[in-house]
């Protein structure tokens, strides 16, 4: 039966029988390339729209989390390098102790003496004072072995024990007589320079003003009790010895100076309570008259004049070196135990803002699993409807139409 116009396809039912393919294959057949996103399927689209957003929220959290635990590792590692004072100060303390007492008794021996009574004497003195320095040794470097940090918190404490091993050549050759006074003065010296190069070293990061000045707090009453413990050795090797040098009048006068700088860069670094506690304690009998006994003493070396007893200032300096020690103790404790609490805290907020990071993320990944179920369900009937439709009633349609025209 001749038709007008164009003709309608072959849509029937066996259609596909004779070559032609239904819709769905036909779009089949158009899907060529996996890159193109208009080729993907509708499940694929899916999971795209879904997981993409949550890949990136897991970036982004995921780098805030990272800055979260460095934060929480810097400080950890701060508190672990503060926590080493303790045993930094102490040995300090000690060399100081072995050191000032050495020159001194060198001194009083005076440059003729023979190595068998220089090895004598200080065989008579020394050995207490060597015993509790190489206990606080030990304590050092057991501690300084468990602590992590920066390159250059591990150069200090490189060089700090580069020098400290070699205390054992050093009190050989003070014994043998084969170093000079000076340069055991100046080999202990370095020693503790190094372990005060340590103390200034811990940093808790940017933004923690109140942990940087607790450690500069202590850090600067070191370095003031140091040159208070050269002036000790230097005043006990003058009295012992009976005379000053030109030299030894300079550096006492000197001495003096650096004190009065050290002691107001303490107060600028410490608190008001602090510095309320270093005067204080210094304020106690042995205190002022060591400090009374060290000025006129200088001032008398100005003149060339010798006005102190050995063994009288060695009792008071020693005396006001230790009440320095009994203010360092708590500002150390101090700082230890700030850096530890600001250590802990920022644990604290490491764990809670990891555990919302995985609270979000859970919540997120079982809503988008339960919408895309839902929205995958719903595409799939709909698709099954159209597929019904294109295969199975449009041809019917088609062929009822082609018969009644």
Do not use: C
């Amino acid at each position: 039966m001749a038709r007008s116009g164009r003709e309608w396809p072959d849509m029937s039912v066996g259609s596909h029988r004779r070559g032609r393919l239904p819709y769905e294959s036909q779009v089949r057949r158009r899907r060529s390339s996996p890159l193109k996103v208009r080729d993907w399927r509708v499940h694929t689209k899916l999971a795209a729209a879904l997981v993409v957003p949550s890949l990136a929220f897991l970036v982004l959290a995921g780098m805030q989390t990272a800055d979260v635990v460095s934060g929480a590792t810097v400080l950890d590692e701060f508190a672990g390098q503060v926590g080493l004072a303790h045993q930094t100060t102490a040995l300090v303390h000690e060399l100081q102790e072995e050191r000032d007492r050495t020159i001194g008794e060198l001194a009083a021996l005076g440059p003729a003496a023979s190595p068998n009574q220089i090895s004598t004497r200080l065989s008579e003195v020394m050995p207490p004072i060597q015993e509790s320095v190489d206990a606080n040794l030990a304590k050092f470097r057991q501690a300084a072995e468990r602590q992590g940090g920066s390159a250059a918190w591990r150069s200090a404490i490189s060089a700090a024990n580069a020098q400290l091993d070699l205390i054992g050549k050093l009190r050989a050759g003070t014994y043998s007589a084969i170093l000079p006074s000076s340069a055991v003065a100046e080999s202990y010296t370095r020693m503790v320079d190094a372990l005060l190069n340590v103390l200034v070293q811990p940093s808790p990061g940017e933004g923690r003003e109140e942990l940087n000045r607790a450690v500069l707090a202590y850090a600067e009453l070191a370095k003031a009790k140091e040159i208070n413990s050269l002036l000790r050795a230097r005043l006990f090797a003058v009295a012992n010895a009976g005379r000053f040098t030109g030299s030894e009048r300079a550096e006492l006068s000197d001495l003096r100076s650096q004190q009065f700088a050290a002691l107001a860069q303490f107060r600028a670094a410490a608190t008001k309570e602090q510095a309320q506690l270093y005067d204080q304690t210094l304020s106690a009998p042995d205190g002022q008259q060591a400090g009374e006994l060290a000025e006129k003493a200088t001032d008398a070396a100005i003149e060339g004049r010798v006005e102190l007893e050995p063994r009288q200032w060695w009792a008071l300096g020693t005396a006001a070196h230790n009440l320095v020690r009994e203010v360092e103790k708590p500002l150390v404790a101090s700082a230890i135990s700030r850096a530890d609490s600001a250590s802990a805290k920022q644990w604290r907020q490491t764990a809670l803002v990891t555990g919302l990071v995985l609270a979000v993320l859970l919540a997120a990944m079982a809503a988008s699993v339960t919408v895309g179920r839902s929205m995958a369900n719903s595409l799939r009937q709909l698709r099954e409807q159209a597929l019904t439709v294109a295969n199975a009633r449009l041809p019917q349609l088609l062929e009822r139409l082609r018969q009644l025209g």
